[in-house]
Nanobody
Framework: QVQLVESGGGLVQPGGSLRLSCAAS????????MAWYRQAPGKQRDLVAS??????????YYGDSVKGRFVISRDNAKTTVYLQMNSLRPEDTAVYYC?????????????WGQGTQVTVSS
């Protein structure tokens, strides 16, 4: 079992930046593949980015819409995963969720945070 708590959302102007954080507790953080998903009103929840666990050297994946703008990272000592979001666009507006799974669980994993709202608007 792992508990996830996101923070860092808010209102930002187009072209601005935000950094989301997801603090994990309750299990061995480095064993988990971590991911960020987002869900806009009336739309499905989509994968934004993921980062592999310790055994896979932190390999990353990005959705096409955020490649080159967002960066996912993790600090295993702090049991925290981050999402640095740059060059934000109005279409990035959504609730962002942190997710965790073990390597043998299919995505999305069973562990979710409560979500944090990101609004990109002038």
């Amino acid at each position: 079992q792992v508990q996830l708590v996101e923070s860092g959302g808010g209102l930002v102007q187009p072209g601005g930046s935000l950094r989301l954080s997801c603090a994990a507790s309750g299990s061995t953080f480095s064993d988990y593949i971590m991911a960020w998903y987002r869900q806009a009103p009336g739309k499905q929840r989509d994968l934004v980015a993921s980062i592999s666990n310790f055994d896979n050297d932190g390999r990353t994946y990005y959705g096409d819409s955020v490649k080159g703008r967002f960066v996912i990272s993790r600090d295993n000592a702090k049991t925290t995963v981050y999402l640095q979001m740059n060059s934000l666009r109005p279409e990035d507006t959504a609730v962002y969720y942190c997710n965790a799974r073990t390597p043998w669980q299919t995505p999305p994993g069973p562990y979710w945070g409560q979500g944090t709202q990101v609004t990109v608007s002038s």
